[in-house]
Every structure is written in C-alpha cells, then in structure tokens.
C-alpha cells in the first residue's frame, strides 16, 4: 500500500491532529465530518457561507462530484478554496455519471462502455470519459491536483446487468473495467493530476447474498495486478443507524467492510449520515421541531388554512373556481398536505401542484378582469402577503408530524446503549453513533447553512462510547412508531 503526500510535507493535513482521522495510508489527516456537496447549488450564498463557515470551524475535508449539481457544487468550491489555505484542505471528488453537462458532452463524442441505464442517466468508467472528467473538475475547482478521486458508482453495470440475469461473466467483465480505469487513474497520479484515487458505491454494505454485492476485496485485487505500489486508497459507502451493513455484513475475507478497510489501510468515507433508506422509506435522522411537540392535526391545518378561505370568498365562484378546481385553493392545499409525510416531500410537491398553479391563475386571472384591475390588484396584494407565510407555516405543519419518529429513534439509541442524560440533537446522536464506529475516517453531512455546520460540528467533542456495540445492538425494525 502506498503513502501519498501530496504538495508541501508541511501541509496541515499530513500533520496527526487532535481528534483527526487518519485518512487510510494516504498520510492525510482528515476531522471526522466532512462537507458533503451533493446538494450545493452555485450562487446560492447560503451554501457558500456554510462551506466558509465549515473550514472556520476547523473542517478540512470536502466531497463533491462532477455531477453535483451539474459542476455547479465544484464551481462554488472553485471559488471559495482560494480564501483559504489549499495545503489545509483535503478535496476529493468522483466522476462516472453521464447526465447534463456529461450528456451533452456524450452525445458529441463517443465514448466505449458507456451504461445506458434509463433515460437521461447514462454511466461510464472507461479512461476516454474519466480523462474528461479530471481535466473539468480541475479546471471548475482550480486545482492543479485532486487530492482524491473516486469511481461514482460503477456498479451501475452490475445494476444494470441484474435487471436481465447477472452472471458471473457480467461480474469478471465488471472487475475488468475497475482494473482499466485503475490502470489509468495510475497514470493520473503519476502526472501529478489527482493524488491518489479510490470507489464510492452503494453497493459495498450489501451481504454477499446479494447478487449485486460489490466486493472491496476484489478491487483491491485489481489495484494490485496494475502496480505493487498502487494509489487505491480510498472508499466511500452509505452507512447511518438504519443502512450498517459496513459495520455489520462479513463480506471481505470474513470481515466487515469496516474491518477489512482498517487492515488494508483504507481511507474510509460514510455518505447519507442523517438519510436512511428503510423499506421503501427515507428517514431524515434529525429533528424537526423540539423533542416531544404535540402532534398537530386536521384542526390545526384548518386554523391555518382560514385567512386564506376568507380571502378566496372576496372573489367570484367562478374565480375562485378557476383558481383551483371547485373546492378553491384552501381545500386544495389540505388535501396535497394530507398526502405528505415528510418536509423534503412538501418541498417538492409544493412547487409543482401549489406554486406553479398559483403563478399561472394569477397572470391569467388578472387579464380576464382587466374591467377590474385596480380591485383584483389589491386583491392580490393581500394574497402574495398572505400566501408566503402560509406555505412556510404548513412546512412547520409538516415538520411537527414527522417529529414523533425522530422522538421514537432517540428512544431506541438510547435503550440500545447511547449515553443518557444527554440533550444532543437527533442529528447530532446519529453522527456520534458513527463517529464512535472504529475503522470509519469521516462522515459527510450535507451542511448547506452555517446553522447545520453549527449543530454538526460540536460532535466531535461529546465523549466517546462504542458505537459498533450500539449499532450492534440497535433494533431498527423497532425504530418504526408503534
């Protein structure tokens, strides 16, 4: 296994810090939470300060990806890096999808063993695409080097061959891909353009049971054949309370992918901390409101919704009809919230079926009563006054329902070992549960405002306990309300 010190041998994160992980044998120190980019758009100030707010903070980790936000997340770090010491900060980014930007690209240029898993998400790991890849995300970050870079996923091939049969043959072909573009991520570091390099995949926790189990022992194997001294270093996989299968599932050599990473010197990265897939479900593992909040119900929505029913019976029955079917909008509105179990749900919903709507019978509305224009203005002066608020009170709304789950999971760490007499946020007991998980370098939270870096970054400082015990003896089936 190599070591990789990139730059100067001065650099802060090749120096062991108090409470700083090493990063595998990559010689890099990394703190124990990263930021993640996945949802950081460009332009948006408050995911900029947040990032600012991350490094001020003393983080020095960041993961991104070409695809996040179509480059727009490695733009904004393109951006902020230069206020910052770039020996301080450890970036690692992937590449592999074909989506936006990469779609455009690919349809101009061909590019071999290219997986075309549905429309508009095509996937590709061949040298030709990655060499594309390396060279825009430099040029968006303004790097000279990538400290880290990471296949995004390959195991879409083997996702994709499973929806026809997987065989053994799609398994050695996967495997041969992973040792062509290891071969060439070689060359890469050698150029001095990335570091070292390493495979983020969901597909690493799964038991070998599973057909499309990924192995991190069969990776390692290729990075071997390509070069004694080889630059594979690094792995990114889910974990969280709910998705433990790296602490839990003995896939590699009978050990954990945890285990094994801690033998072979494997840098460790956890992506989804606070977002756990269970069934067919996502749980944010956060509060959302103060621990024990009653539930509101359909009399609450009802109270919120009566400024707004008033202001409807100002219009005509046709109007009011026009602007949301023959119930008005008030009825509307209850009627998509009673269907929305979650506040990123409500977000999404609320664009299309209440917004766009609302935009559209307002500039439509407002041409039919050009005979009124002057009343159907300061109509709508009280609407646009009324609404905006409104909709921010029904995410609150929302939000309260979805805490009693979060209330019931805080039970359960800490029937399952979690220290008592605490008053950690959810959140913040989730990121500790990991954090305490030996073998794990860093976890990456998506931290898009300084009030997230806030909560998440006092973690490391709680006192430790054994996570693996706690996860060990945590009973996510019990996680569920009774």
Sequence with gaps: ?????????????????????????????????????????????????????????GGNLLDTSANYTDGGAERTIGRVLPDFKREDVIVVTKGGY?????????????????????????HCIHPDFLKTQIERSRNRMQLETIDVFLLHNPEYFINYRAKHGLTEADRTEFYRRVR???????????????????????????????????????CLEQAQAVASNHHFNVVQFPFNLFERGVALNHSNDGLTPLEYCRREGLGTLANRPLNAFSGNALIRLADFVKPGTPVPGPAQLAVLLQPLKSLEMKLSKEHR??????????????????????????????????????????????EKME????????????????????????????????????????????????????????????????????????????????????DAMSVPGFPAFDGLALLQGLRTEDCNED
């Excluded at 108090?18 to 703190?31: I, V």
Aim: hydrophobic share 40%; with cysteine.
């Design 1 to 57: 296994m190599s070591t990789y010190l990139p730059g100067s041998a001065q650099r802060f994160s090749t120096s062991p810090q108090a409470g700083f992980n090493p990063l595998g044998t990559t010689g890099l120190w990394c703190h124990p939470l990263g930021f993640g980019c996945y949802r950081v758009a460009e332009d948006v100030p408050t995911h900029e300060a947040a990032m600012r707010r991350y490094f001020e903070k």
């Design 321 to 366: 009809m026009a602007l949301m079917g023959r119930n008005g909008m008030a009825d509307h509105i209850a009627s998509i919230v009673a269907q929305v179990n979650s506040t990123d749900m409500w977000e999404q919903v609320a664009g299309r079926y209440v917004i766009s709507p609302i935009r559209n019978w307002l500039a439509e509305t407002g």
């Design 98 to 122: 074909i989506q936006g930007e990469n779609m455009a690209l690919a349809q101009k240029q061909t590019f071999p063993e290219v997986v075309k898993y549905g429309p508009g998400l095509w």
């Design 180 to 218: 062509l573009a290891f071969e060439y991520l070689e060359s890469e570091v050698q150029a001095g353009r990335i570091g070292c390099y390493g495979i983020s995949s969901n597909n690493y926790p799964l038991p070998l049971s599973d057909p499309t189990h990924t192995s991190i022992a069969r």
């Design 371 to 454: 005979h009124q224009a002057a009343a159907f203005d300061r109509w709508q002066d009280e609407f646009v006054a009324l609404i905006n608020p409104l909709l921010a009170h029904i995410g609150d709304f929302v939000a309260a329902r979805q805490q009693p789950q979060s209330d019931h999971i805080r039970e359960r760490l800490f029937q399952a070992g979690y220290p008592a007499q605490t008053s950690h946020s959810l959140s913040q007991m989730a990121l500790a549960v990991l954090g305490n998980t030996p073998g794990l370098s860093c976890s990456l939270l998506g931290m898009r405002r300084p009030a997230y870096v806030d």
